[in-house]
């Protein structure tokens, strides 16, 4: 059965930085898209940052370009540099089938999240 679960969340100022992790058990990173998504209160949830099969192909939010990276290794992550308030959110981890893209329509396997607040 295959789980993902994220960690790494938490609470920092502005500015600050935070990375998230994924840990997936029963799946290769190099057959599935991987994703990072987030979801504030009263907001839908949006994508943040995909990766291809492989790591091949990043694709990021306009609104983290520049600030985060996803990547991958035996693990899942997201390098979180020059958080902003508006950052603030759950953070889930996701998994689907090419092709990779920031809709989450596109992804059927999920994490719990782990929370992201930055304060101003």
């Known amino acids: 059965q295959v789980q993902l679960a994220e960690s790494g969340g938490g609470s920092v100022q502005a500015g600050g930085s935070l990375r998230l992790s994924c840990a997936a058990s029963g799946l290769t990173y190099s057959r599935y898209c991987m994703g990072w998504f987030r979801q504030a209160p009263g907001k839908e949830r949006e994508g943040v940052a995909v990766i291809s099969p492989g790591g091949r192909t990043t694709t990021y939010a306009d609104s983290v370009k520049g600030r985060f990276m996803i990547y991958a290794k035996d693990t899942l992550y997201l390098q979180m540099n020059s958080l902003k308030p508006e950052d603030t959110a759950l953070y889930s981890c996701?998994?689907?089938?090419?092709?990779?893209?920031?809709?989450?329509?596109?992804?059927?396997?999920w994490g719990q999240g782990t929370q992201v607040t930055v304060s101003s």
């Open positions: 996701a998994a689907g089938p090419v092709p990779c893209r920031l809709s989450h329509d596109g992804y059927n396997l």
